[in-house]
């Protein structure tokens, strides 16, 4: 079966800090997606990244980043010089086979 | 804007009764997954349609149902309302049958 664990289940930052959001997942399965979605006071859910288990390059996008650790069955969030904009509920999932698994989700805030 | 459109934003209705949840994906998606987020379980999948074909079943309970029409929106039914069903609703699409990416808006359902 699959698991997603965000062990961190609040962060509390101040502005300009860099922060790191870990995800850690379970599966059996050699295919699968790994996701990032941010969840703002308003609600919805912000599609950030989607990564699949073959391609283990990180990735930067402007103060995002993303460390995919297949060794370690990792897939961490990082965002460098954090702003208050940034405050939101944090969610790493992972799909096999259409079969869409959240983690617990991060509450981040981010102080001025 | 993910392109993915969910009605009625909010919705408040009486134990017992029964609601319609619609969800139309982006354009040129073929897969409507349809996700229940609620305080103590979590984001969770329901069910997921295929160019109107159920393709993929999670913690759906039997009192819902959905489909997925010719133009392939989909609408999510909700019967015998329970308290515990007030929760945040939310559709995603995707372009084949694979995994979600784009959420919509969701729809807020609340069961007094």
């Known amino acids: 079966a699959q698991k997603v664990t965000q062990a961190q289940t609040e962060i509390s930052v101040v502005e300009k800090e860099d922060v790191t959001l870990d995800c850690v997942y379970e599966?059996?399965?050699?295919?699968?997606?790994l996701f990032w979605y941010k969840q703002p006071p308003s609600g919805e859910l912000v599609f950030l990244i989607r990564r699949n288990s073959f391609d283990e390059q990180n990735e930067i996008s402007g103060r995002y980043s993303w460390n995919f650790q297949k060794s370690t069955s990792s897939f961490n969030f990082t965002i460098t010089a954090s702003q208050v904009v940034d405050s939101a509920v944090y969610f790493c999932a992972l799909s096999v086979l259409n079969d869409m698994r959240f983690g617990a989700g991060t509450r981040l805030t981010v102080k001025p | 804007d993910s392109g993915v459109t969910q009605t009625p934003k909010h919705l408040i209705t009486a134990t017992g009764q029964r609601v319609t949840l619609r969800c139309s994906p982006r354009?040129?998606?073929?897969?409507v997954y349809w996700y229940q987020q609620s305080l103590d379980q979590g984001l969770q999948f329901l069910i997921q349609?295929?160019?109107?074909?159920?393709?993929a079943k999670g913690n759906i309970l039997e009192r819902f149902s959905a489909q997925q029409f010719p133009d392939l929106h989909s609408e999510l039914n909700l019967s015998s309302l329970e308290l515990g069903d007030s929760a945040l609703y939310f559709c995603?699409?995707?372009?084949?049958?694979?995994?979600?990416?784009?959420f919509g808006p969701g729809t807020r359902l609340t069961v007094l």
């Open positions: 349609y295929y160019n109107g074909e159920e393709r």
């Open positions: 599966t059996r399965d050699t295919t699968y997606y």
């Open positions: 354009s040129g998606d073929l897969s």
């Open positions: 995603a699409s995707s372009v084949g049958d694979g995994t979600t990416g784009f």
